[in-house]
């Protein structure tokens, strides 16, 4: 490899969805040396022990050079092979056996670390697909982002009874190599393609990690001193053979000591799942994961169709704003029709809209995603009309963004901003419209150009599909989001509420002014006096205005602004009397 690290994109798709596709990392004679010996072996597995020549290919991709260069950045220096390779699918058997995977509880000899942009994987699934999966095909599938996940898989997402529309079944080429965090949520779907299913996988660790045992016949000793209690021998017990693996376990009550069955784990937590909470697991399941939730059917017909004339008899007021594209090619389009206003039109008009801000299905859920004591500024009706421009996705987990990220705590979901859309209408599959990027709520690396415009999203962009009545809410501001553009000749028809946590401010205000604050205590202040006196505006990153510089010793007041959003209040110049 000519480069000197993995592309941000590459961090970034292996960060957010816990797996990396490299495409055509073999070449055809690589492909055609392992196929020719699957055939000629008739084996699934073991091929790193064949009789030579029939090994070498498998001994080849063992430390592939792509391969190495890519684990030495996922996994770290000195990754090791941990279990040996065979071929997946069908053939082994392995089909249709419920998910494994996920980070809760946490596993810490298989889970991803990652912090000041640095990352060790302790556990990576490497498949080389020997011959191509299409779309459709079945074979392995996985849970995009759960790698990262804070709570334990619904039994339902496990089984596939109901999978919530998570599981993505990748798509590959011949000579491709999937990386798939240990972590990540995987299994093997039945094979439905016309073409032979070949899937070699390699699981690799990272350097320190204990696991598996190894096959050797060192691994059948028995090292431990025969002197001991049993205790005593299971504490200074010495990992890698079958009798220390798993480990032995002992158990105690603070006054004695025992064995226990070496199978079970005990690591006990002070805290106790919560069966009063009032909140649906695989709702919060969803939300952790993807950084949004659907919940479906939630308007009565009588408001949908209500709501829905509301719309038709004030169209004229719909304003056509800005076109959002950002410079994509895929999300160009005309200006976003939006109309606002709509808790204050006439009677009865106005009824369904206010009977969402404050809906029973709506703070019920925003109680348990950030707290009580939030508030809205009320809806604003979307109405993308055929050619609308999509909106660039925006926002995301890094840089961080405290007054709008999303912190998974002790069992609270702390989400200090979530929009909250109605849908009026449904949205399809090709409509256009919302998407997001699940799991962008955790990014550690920025979010890559092409997944902004949506030009090359790296299959991390979802699109969801909804029905007239749905709720959507999404993680406004710590979830990488936008729109895509509007494909529909029948019009969008998603009426957005934006909420913000009782713990910051989004939109300035009047209190914002330092005289409405504090009163005459701030009569002949500086401007660098004042900058500080100020109530609590929007949060724009590092560009807030007015902000305090020290330059050469001095105290100077800056109203530079960046590209970011600014609240109405937000001053452009000194503001001290004496200095206008
Ligand atoms: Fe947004």
């Known amino acids: 490899m000519d480069r000197e690290s993995m592309s941000n994109e590459e961090n970034y798709c292996f960060d957010v969805g816990g797996y990396l596709i490299v495409r055509g990392a073999l070449k055809r004679k690589e492909i055609e040396a392992c196929n020719e010996a699957l055939d000629q072996a008739g084996q699934i597995d ?94 392995f599938v996985m849970v995009h982002c759960s790698h990262k996940s804070n709570v334990e898989t619904p039994q339902d997402v496990l089984t596939g009874e109901d999978d919530m529309g998570l599981t993505v079944q990748p798509v590959l080429q011949a000579g491709d190599l999937l990386l798939v965090a240990d972590t990540v949520l995987q299994g093997m779907q039945p094979w439905k393609g016309k073409g032979r299913q070949r899937l070699l996988s390699y699981e690799y660790a990272a350097r320190g990690v204990i696991r598996a045992k190894g096959t050797g016949p060192k691994v059948q000793e028995d090292p431990s001193a025969d002197e001991l209690t049993p205790e005593e021998r299971a504490v200074l017990y010495k990992p890698g053979y079958e009798s220390t693996t798993p480990p032995p376990t002992v158990g105690s009550d603070g006054e004695r000591t025992w064995l226990e069955d070496r199978s079970k784990i005990i690591h006990p937590s002070i805290y106790i799942k919560d069966p009063n909470s009032n909140i649906d ?109 999509g909106h660039s996705l925006h926002d995301a987990n890094e840089p961080l963004n405290a007054s709008r990220g999303y912190v998974f705590q002790n069992g609270r979901s ?75 000749d029948i019009p969008r028809r998603g009426m957005l509420i934006k909420y913000s946590s009782r713990n910051f401010n989004r939109s300035g205000g009047e209190m914002v002014q330092p005289e409405n604050r504090w009163g005459n205590l701030i009569d002949g202040m500086t401007d660098a006096q004042l900058a500080v006196m100020r109530g609590p505006d929007r949060d724009a990153h590092h560009g807030n205005v007015p902000r305090l510089i020290v330059e050469d010793g001095k105290v100077n007041a800056s109203y530079e602004r960046t590209r970011a959003l600014y609240s109405r209040e937000t001053p452009t110049e000194p503001l001290a009397k004496e200095s206008r």
Not at 365 to 389: H, I, Q
């Open 46 to 139: 073991g091929m790193l022990g064949w009789p030579a020549p029939l090994r070498e290919p498998f001994r080849d991709l063992l430390i592939h050079p792509v391969l190495v260069w890519y684990l030495n950045q996922i996994c770290g220096y000195g990754f090791r092979l941990e279990e040996e390779p065979q071929l997946i699918g069908e053939v082994a058997g392995n089909v249709g056996v419920p998910l494994v995977g996920g980070n809760e509880p946490r596993d810490p000899a298989r889970t991803y670390y990652h912090q000041n942009d640095r990352r060790e994987c302790q556990g990576v699934r490497a498949i080389w697909a020997l011959a191509d999966v299409n779309e459709g095909d079945g074979g």
């Open 281 to 389: 697991e695989k709702e919060f399941y969803f939300w952790d994961l993807s950084g949004y939730l659907v919940v479906p059917n939630v308007m009565t017909p009588e408001d949908l169709e209500l709501a829905n004339e509301a719309i038709d008899r004030f169209e004229d007021r719909i304003v056509v704003g800005g076109e959002l594209s950002g410079g994509s090619k895929s999300l160009v389009g005309t200006g976003r029709p939006t109309l606002g206003g709509l808790i204050n039109l006439p009677k009865p008009y106005c009824e369904p809209f206010r009977r969402m801000v404050a809906h029973p299905a709506v703070v019920h859920r925003l109680n348990w995603m950030g707290a009580s004591g939030f508030r809205c500024g009320g809806p604003t009706a979307f109405c993308a009309v055929k050619g609308t421009s």
């Open 414 to 488: 702390y989400c200090e901003a979530i929009t909250v859309t109605w849908q009026l209408r449904d949205v399809n599959e090709d409509d256009g419209g919302f998407a997001c990027v699940p799991g962008s709520h955790k990014a550690q690396y920025r979010l890559p150009q092409g997944v902004r415009s949506c030009d090359d999203h790296m299959g991390l962009v979802v699109h969801p599909v909804m029905k007239a009545g749905d709720v959507l809410f999404f993680m406004d501001g710590a979830q990488t989001h936008g729109a895509l553009a509007w494909t529909n």
